[in-house]
């Protein structure tokens, strides 16, 4: 009964002193949830009336999710606050088991001293008079025979004993109820003497002690499992002795684990995924057979339930190591993602069949495998890194169409469905294999909250792989040599344009459809949202996924502005130094010029004859991502035009020159420009920085006649003029049949096209 009452004490107390310190404020606000005729239906239409539907359903959305964030920091504050729980709790256990041991002391020290003054009481009353009566005038009654009641207690102890000795605990248990009703019963109409009623009481209190003994010992016996464990267990509870029971149950089932796992010590040879499986069924197998025993014996009770969690705990934190130990380590340091995978899911499949029986283990698991899963992952990413660089290292940049490909584990790779319709060079085959594979394998890991990481890994490698293409540009090794991950790895230049565009199509190819596309394999639940969305529609509902894919496409553009800046510079500079684009081709034609055949500067044809020839490529390369070539042709017209736009000493050569801009050289200058925008705009790649690039250039230009003192629209022909220019000259240079008189040899459209062609006047350049 004293067991009874204190465990009913356990219960936490509200704490009075939070109470008074709450605000004037806040009571006022809870005075209406207070009133015994408070109605919460009414209070709710009151403040609810002036939301339309879609409000209510905003708020009714906004209360799950505090609701679902609450019970989420609900959970981790208990989870964090189990082991001082616990060990309170057995502190108090303890203080209740002292103090009962001092209440027994104390109840036995006052029989006994009771039972001296009884004695003495008795025998100071025990003088006899004449005709058998006591001086009190009591009858002598001291030879009559014994009631059944008293024979009853006489023989109890005895019986106790047999009982005890024989493990019939269930009768000695029925046996200790039945002396514990009829001490209360003597007790309450005092029918018997406070001696024969302390040595009632004694007598029980003993063998309670004797049984309670008895079965904690059959408990922890190794052989004593399944309905005998269950049984002993349970009458130990019902002595009062609970905390005491509660521990020996989980004790007992510690060393039947311990036993079962003697028989399941791994070899050299076993295999990583069936050594988990086996130690993971063993384990939680126990676990949730412990689970089931207690909560059929002990119920819901928190003290209990809280000492469950934390050897639960306990034996899934010992499980964690051991899988680490004895499986994870070795792939995890040899990079093997899928085999430290694998192991991750199987344990994880049978600790999350826990959550049926109130244990919600996989977290603790999830914390335990997150290091060595963190570095199979690095070791997986630095394998592609080192694999792409070794192939980049003998690429001939030429692309084609991938070779099918099986995985180790025998099964095709999604590759093959992923990349049919597109070509690609052998290094970005190898880097995109890999990458898919990787995705493949990272699957079972989605639960351990690792996408950040693998992204933001996958982000770095690719970086790498994208700074070696630079590095295969020529004449930027030097300038990309610091760029993250290209160290000295030594890579095959891309010599001629068509590989150089190479390098544009692998990494553009990459970044805007392979990548992203593998990467969705991280959100799968994406697919069966909408099936009939396309996969680009599907990548951008995912904020993450829709940012990685942006920062993918800046690492294209940098390769984007390392190769037209090296053509930009291969057009305007020559070999030793000296520029195509000075300002003496405009500023001194009025003075050695005599006749001229109006025809764009030679290295703006140069400019349309490249642009010309890489459009030919692009229609090839890039078929289906026509948008991609046209931006790079873009890009390059102005980086060429901007340069000019921004070169000091060409500018200052026009306004301050030795002589001043004529007629002559102000209309070339106006028919360079008006060439450059006419090429771009019938190659669709004109834009609105070239074309403002290029009206300031016009301006400056304008404004450098009219310093001059002469008017310089008087000597620049209509645009009709400049027009057919520029499209005589388009057509030309493209080669296309001239429609005048045939001055040209059709068979070689290039080979002379005026006397300011591009062959002439190199030549006479280099001499």
């Given amino acids: 009964m004293a067991s009874k ?28 949830f207070k009133s015994d005729k408070f109605d919460a239906d009414a209070f709710v239409n009151s403040k609810c009336n002036s939301l339309n539907e879609k409000e209510i359903r905003q708020l009714c959305s906004y209360l799950l999710d505090l609701k679902k964030a609450s019970a989420e920091e609900m959970r981790r504050s208990v989870y964090a606050n189990y082991t001082a729980f616990i060990r309170t709790s057995k502190e108090i256990s303890d203080l209740e088991g002292e103090l009962l041991s001092i209440r027994n002391l104390l109840s036995t020290q006052a029989i006994l001293i009771h039972g001296l003054a009884e004695g003495i009481h008795v025998e100071s009353l025990s003088v006899t008079v004449p005709g058998g009566s006591l001086s009190n005038g009591v009858s002598a009654d001291m030879d009559r025979d014994p ?12 019986i106790l004993d047999v009982l005890l000795a024989e493990r019939r605990v269930e009768e000695a248990l029925a046996t200790l109820d039945e002396g514990e009703h009829v001490a209360s019963e003597a007790k309450r109409k005092q029918s018997l003497s406070p001696a024969l009623l302390a040595s009632l009481q004694t007598a029980i209190t003993e063998c309670r002690r004797r049984l309670a003994d008895q079965l904690a010992d059959a408990a922890s016996q190794p052989t ?38 003697q028989n399941l010590r791994p070899s050299s040879t076993s295999y990583g995924g069936a050594y988990t499986a086996a130690v993971s069924q063993l384990v939680f197998s126990v676990i949730a057979q412990t689970a089931t025993d207690a909560n059929a014996i002990f119920g819901k009770e928190p003290t209990y339930s809280s000492e469950l969690v934390m050897w639960a705990t306990k034996q899934t934190e010992d499980f964690a190591l051991l899988v680490k130990r004895h499986a994870l380590a070795s792939s995890a340091a040899a990079g093997g993602l899928r085999a430290a995978a694998e192991c991750v899911q199987i344990a994880l499949g049978h600790c999350s069949l826990l959550e049926a029986r109130g244990l919600t283990l996989c977290p603790v698991l999830l914390r335990l495998f997150r290091p060595s899963v963190e570095q199979a992952l690095d070791a997986n990413l630095k394998r592609i890194e080192e694999s792409t660089a070794a192939l980049a290292a003998v690429d001939d940049w030429d692309l084609s169409f991938s070779p099918t490909v099986t995985r180790l584990s025998g099964r095709p790779s999604s590759l093959n469905t992923i990349t049919h319709q597109h070509k690609l060079s052998s290094s970005a085959q190898r880097f995109n294999s890999m990458v898919q594979d990787f995705f493949e394998d990272v699957g079972p890991l989605l639960s351990m909250q690792l996408g950040g990481k693998m992204l933001e890994g996958l982000f770095h490698v690719f970086n790498s792989y994208v700074s070696m293409l630079i590095r295969a540009l020529p004449g930027s ?77 800046s ?47 030679p290295i703006f044809q140069e400019l349309y004859a490249k642009l010309y020839r890489m459009s030919a490529i692009a229609a090839e390369m890039f078929a289906g991502r026509e948008r991609f070539s046209t931006l790079l042709l873009m890009r390059l017209t102005e980086t060429v035009i901007l340069w000019l736009s921004e070169d000091q000493t060409f500018w200052e050569d026009i306004l301050e020159g030795p002589r001043p801009l004529g007629p002559l050289g102000l209309q070339q200058f106006y028919l360079d420009m008006k060439f450059v925008i ?46 057919d220019i520029c499209q005589d000259a388009m057509d030309r240079l493209s080669g296309k049949p001239r429609l005048a008189n045939g001055e040209r040899d059709p068979s070689s459209p290039t080979a002379s096209v005026s006397a300011q062609s591009i062959s002439s006047i190199r030549s006479h350049g280099s001499s």
């Fill in 555 to 601: 690492i294209v553009d940098r390769l984007k502005d390392s190769f037209c800046r090296q053509h930009a510079l291969d057009l305007i500079f020559t070999e030793d130094g000296d520029t195509h684009l000075a300002s003496e081709m405009y500023i001194n034609m009025d003075e050695t010029v005599e006749e001229i055949e109006w025809f764009p500067s």
């Fill in 224 to 261: 004593t499992r399944g309905g005998e464990l269950r049984a002993a267990i349970t009458a130990l509870k019902k002595l009062g002795d609970g905390p005491r029971a509660h521990s020996l149950l989980l004790q007992a089932y510690s060393q039947r684990l311990q036993s079962d796992m």
């Fill in 5 to 32: 009452i204190s465990s009913r004490s356990r219960g936490n107390t509200p704490n009075k002193s939070n109470v008074k310190e709450t605000g004037p404020k806040l009571e006022e606000n809870l005075i209406i």
């Fill in 147 to 158: 009631s059944d009641l008293e024979n009853w207690l006489i023989e109890l102890p005895d």
């Fill in 477 to 553: 090794m030097e300038e990309e040599a610091n760029y993250e991950g290209s160290g000295n790895t030594i890579v095959r230049m891309a010599e001629t344009e068509s590989q150089q565009m190479a390098l544009l199509a692998n990494a553009s190819l990459l970044a805007d459809e392979l990548l992203p596309r593998a990467a969705m394999k991280l959100t799968p639940i994406m697919y069966n949202d909408d099936p009939r969305g396309r996969p680009s529609d599907r990548q951008n509902r995912n904020p993450e996924q829709r940012e990685w894919k942006r920062r993918l496409a």
């Fill in 678 to 723: 006419s090429f771009a705009s019938q190659g669709r790649y004109s834009s609105r920085n070239l074309n403002r690039a290029v009206n300031e250039i016009i301006n400056k230009a304008l404004a450098a006649f009219s310093a001059t003192g002469m008017d310089p629209y008087s000597v620049l022909p209509e645009d009709e003029w400049f027009g």
